[in-house]
Nanobody, 125 residues
Framework: QVQLVESGGGLVQAGGSLRLSCAAS????????MGWLRQAPGKEREFVAV????????YYADSVKGRFTISRDNAKNTVYLQMNSLKPEDTAVYYC??????????????????WGQGTQVTVSS
C-alpha cells in the first residue's frame, strides 16, 4: 500500500513558478512509476507528467513540455513537479499518482493505482 500527500500548490500570477511535492509512504516507492495529473473545473482529469523508478525516463503532456519538470528523490520518497512560466490554463487541482506497472508511456489515468488528495494551483492573469 502506498499513501501519497501533495503540497506546494497556491495562487500565482501568470509567468510565475511553483514547485509541487508529493511525499509517499511505503517501502516500495522507489519501484513505482510516478505521475502528475490535473483536473480543471468541468474537465476530465488529464495527464501532465510521469517519471519511471530510476528517473531516466520522463514524459510530458504537450501543453506543459518545456515549462514543467518532473523529478524524484527515492531516498526521500518524494516526487516533484517544477512548474515555470505558468499560464491561467494551468489552473487545476494537481494529483500525484503511483502505478504498480509501467505501460510504456504512463499517460493513461486508469493505470494508476494510488492517488493523493490533490493540491490546488491557481494562476491569475
Amino acid at each position: 500500500q502506498v499513501q501519497l500527500v501533495e503540497s506546494g500548490g497556491g495562487l500565482v500570477q501568470a509567468g510565475g513558478s511553483l514547485r509541487l511535492s508529493c511525499a509517499a509512504s511505503g517501502r516500495t516507492f522507489s519501484r513505482y512509476p510516478m505521475g502528475w495529473l490535473r483536473q480543471a473545473p468541468g474537465k476530465e482529469r488529464e495527464f501532465v507528467a510521469v517519471i519511471i523508478w530510476s528517473g531516466s525516463i520522463t514524459y510530458y503532456a504537450d501543453s506543459v513540455k518545456g515549462r514543467f519538470t518532473i523529478s524524484r528523490d527515492n531516498a526521500k520518497n518524494t516526487v516533484y513537479l517544477q512548474m515555470n512560466s505558468l499560464k491561467p490554463e494551468d489552473t487545476a487541482v494537481y494529483y500525484c499518482a503511483a502505478s504498480r506497472v509501467w505501460d510504456g508511456s504512463g499517460q493513461r489515468r486508469g493505470q494508476y493505482d494510488y492517488w493523493g488528495q490533490g493540491t490546488q494551483v491557481t494562476v491569475s492573469s
